[in-house]
């Protein structure tokens, strides 16, 4: 598509044609919602426009009968206790900042309306050279990424003596289904420093870098080719980290990261791998899909989407797992919001965090992914056996009955908080659907992890047949590069 090919001839007419109906969407304030629902390809990789421009919903499924569709379209017209529509239309925002930085522009589903000011930069990200943006339809899950750029060293020197505060105020005005129009003003300020990293590191926040550093790379592919945003994803870890980490030079073994940047490699990991940069074996509507998506949700879905949460469960503690569920949809649990493994077990007691990892694929275990788009329950050889044999239905397996019931219980949790609604997916190890986990799970141990080569070497559950980088080499890499 990008090279024009002659096979897809009619898309850049296409992408024009839906580029004008979106313009005449802004200049009437109206938001376009699609909801694509067909085994085919309908044309999401060219109307994706409509719905990134006036801040529309984007629903994609098999087909209209599947729960996808109908919970999706439920939610929509979910109201609040008042009895008005949980949404806000034709909303202005405005960026305000003090004059030691200015803004680059902003990403997300919005469009610029050509506001110049004292406080718009010259460097250009996402929809830019303005400092006022429209977004014709907003709910509680809405989220812009705005970036800003400080001034030149030399006006630095004169205006940002070490101590002074900066300021940055956004005003959005929008319109409330009851018919009233609301204003919020937001304001917030920061301290300068000098050229001390420590006072830098300190306010690092790795989750926000990474969902900002998403989405900028997301915009980039709209323009320009995968693999060389992956280069540029790569080259900004490792500046990043040439930048922040303690090391020895020409010494590997000595290098550290502080815990404020400890995770942020890994995100970057998880990011290189996802369907938004990656587009091998995934269509042009799935690939626009996933992209429109990860550019306005928020932190918290927006790291499910670049770096699953993959929870195992066994018989104990489930209460515990549950109130971890419910913290998660809250955004209060920094454990749910950084992906993780929770281990629940007959003889362990609470539940620990483990990795997601390709070690985590046991036998006597059922896994929850929750991938944003997808949550899929995935059972060991041996919970499947025991399955399969009626365990569950024999009154002295009672226990076993309330572990196969646990994950599907916390499943529902998940899918009735989320929109768009994710795809419900059960399997078990080594069923045509478990392709689901394994591709996102790190593949620490794969068929040429001991030379055995495929068919070969002992039988290991969590053995994947895969050629991808682990997590281990990965960082082996970034250090030697760093």
Known sequence: LQKGSPNAKYSKDALKFYASLATRAVSSGFALDIFACSLDQVGLHEMKVLADRTGGYMVMSDSFSMHVFKDSFRKVFECDE????????????????????????????????????????????????????????????????????????????????????????????????????????????????DSNMQDIVVGFDQEAAAVLTGRYAVFRCESEDPLDVLRWVDRQLIRLVSKFADYRKDQPATFHLVPELSIYPQFMYHLRRSNFLQTFNASPDETAYYRTLVVRENTMNSLVMIQPALLRIRPDETAYYRTLVVRENTMNSLVMIQPALLQYSFDEGPPTPVLLDAASLKPNVILLLDAFFHVVIWRGET????????????????????????????????????????????????????????????????????????????????????????LKVFMEHLVRLA
């Open 383 to 470: 919970i499947q056996a025991w399955y399969d044999a009626g365990y569950q239905d024999k009154e002295e397996y009672a226990n076993f009955k309330q572990l196969l019931q646990a994950p599907a219980e916390d499943a529902k949790q998940i899918l009735s908080d989320r929109f768009p609604v994710p795809r419900y997916i059960q399997t078990n190890a080594g069923g045509s659907q478990a392709r689901f986990l394994t591709s996102r799970v790190n593949p620490s141990t794969t068929y040429s992890s001991n030379n055995a080569g495929f068919g070969g070497g002992p039988d290991n559950p969590s053995q994947l047949f895969t050629d991808d980088v682990s």
């Open 82 to 193: 008042a009895g008005y529509l949980k949404l806000g239309y034709n909303a202005k925002m405005e960026v305000f900042t003090s004059r030691e930085f200015k803004c680059c522009g902003a990403v997300g589903a919005l469009t610029s309306l050509q506001k110049r000011g004292p406080c718009v930069a010259e460097t250009e990200i996402g929809e830019s050279r303005t400092s006022q943006w429209c977004v014709g339809s907003m709910d509680h899950n809405t989220t812009m990424a705005f970036y800003f750029d400080v001034v030149s060293q030399e006006q630095q020197q004169n205006s940002n003596p070490q101590g002074r505060q900066g300021f940055l105020q956004f005003h959005t005005c929008y319109l409330h289904p009851s018919g009233r129009k609301r204003v919020r003003v937001t304001t917030v300020s920061h301290r300068y420093t």
